[in-house]
T-cell receptor, first 110, second 117 residues
Framework: RKEVEQDPGPFNVPEGATVAFNCTYS??????FFWYRQDCRKEPKLLMS???SGNEDGRFTAQLNRASQYISLLIRDSKLSDSATYLC???????????FGAGTRLAVHP | GAVVSQHPSRVICKSGTSVKIECRSL??????MFWYRQFPKQSLMLMAT?????????EQGVEKDKFLINHASLTLSTLTVTSAHPEDSSFYIC?????????????FGSGTRLTVV
C-alpha cells in the first residue's frame, strides 16, 4: 500500500468552479502535512501547510482529519492558472524527509 | 532567500555513459540535501539523503553504486548516474534543508531531465 494516496484525476473544471482534492496517508506516525503544486516539468512548490484546525489562504482551504488519516484541499473560484498537479505530502515523526503522493491533475478550462 | 540551483536542466546521454548532476545552495548552507526521481505521472520518490561530510543514506531499492552522491561542501551536492541505461531516463530533483520558514525548510532545485538513448 502506498504511504500517500491520491486520486490521479484529471479533474477538468470550468473557470469559477469549486474543486476538492482528497488524500489519505497510511502511517499513523505522520507528523506534518502539506499541499504542493507542480507545474509540468517543473519542481514542486509549497502551496500550503495543513493543520487539524483547518487553514485557508485566499481561495484555497486545507483540512486534516488525523483520526481518518485524511487530508483535503478545496479550491474556490478556479482560475486558468490553477491548472497543475497538486501533490499531497507528509513527513514522518523523527524523519527529516518529505513523502509525496502521486498527485492529482487539475485542468481548468475557459 | 533560500535558492537552490540545479544543473544541468536537461541532458541527453548515450547508454553506458555517466552523467553528473549538481545541486547548489546559493544563499544558505545545507548540511542535508535530498535527491528525488520522478517518472512520468508518478510521485517524487526519494532516492537518497545526502549529508555533508559523510556517506549518503539511500532508500531501499536504490543502488548506491549506480547513483553516486557526493556532498563535499555545505553548498554543493552531486548525483552521478553511472553507466546510464534508458530505464534511468527520468526527472531528477534535489532539495535542501534551508530552515526557511516559508517552505518548511525544503527548497527545491528546478530539476534535471535525463534522457538516455
Amino acid at each position: 500500500r502506498k504511504e500517500v494516496e491520491q486520486d490521479p484525476g484529471p479533474f477538468n473544471v470550468p473557470e469559477g468552479a469549486t474543486v476538492a482534492f482528497n488524500c489519505t496517508y497510511s502511517n499513523s506516525a505522520s507528523q506534518s502535512f502539506f499541499w504542493y503544486r507542480q507545474d509540468c516539468r517543473k519542481e514542486p512548490k509549497l502551496l500550503m501547510s495543513v493543520y487539524s484546525s483547518g487553514n485557508e489562504d485566499g481561495r484555497f482551504t486545507a483540512q486534516l482529519n488525523r483520526a481518518s488519516q485524511y487530508i483535503s484541499l478545496l479550491i474556490r473560484d478556479s482560475k486558468l492558472s490553477d491548472s497543475a498537479t497538486y501533490l499531497c505530502v507528509v513527513t514522518l515523526r523523527g524523519y527529516n524527509k518529505l513523502i509525496f503522493g502521486a498527485g492529482t491533475r487539475l485542468a481548468v478550462h475557459p | 532567500g533560500a535558492v537552490v540551483s540545479q544543473h544541468p536542466s536537461r541532458v541527453i546521454c548515450k547508454s553506458g555513459t555517466s552523467v553528473k548532476i549538481e545541486c547548489r545552495s546559493l544563499d544558505f548552507q545545507a548540511t542535508t540535501m535530498f535527491w528525488y526521481r520522478q517518472f512520468p505521472k508518478q510521485s517524487l520518490m526519494l532516492m537518497a539523503t545526502s549529508n555533508e561530510g559523510s556517506k549518503a543514506t539511500y532508500e531501499q531499492g536504490v543502488e548506491k553504486d549506480k547513483f553516486l552522491i557526493n556532498h563535499a561542501s555545505l553548498t554543493l551536492s552531486t548525483l552521478t548516474v553511472t553507466s546510464a541505461h534508458p530505464e534511468d531516463s527520468s526527472f531528477y530533483i534535489c532539495s535542501a534543508d534551508s530552515g526557511h520558514a516559508t517552505n518548511y525548510g525544503y527548497t527545491f532545485g528546478s530539476g534535471t531531465r535525463l534522457t538516455v538513448v
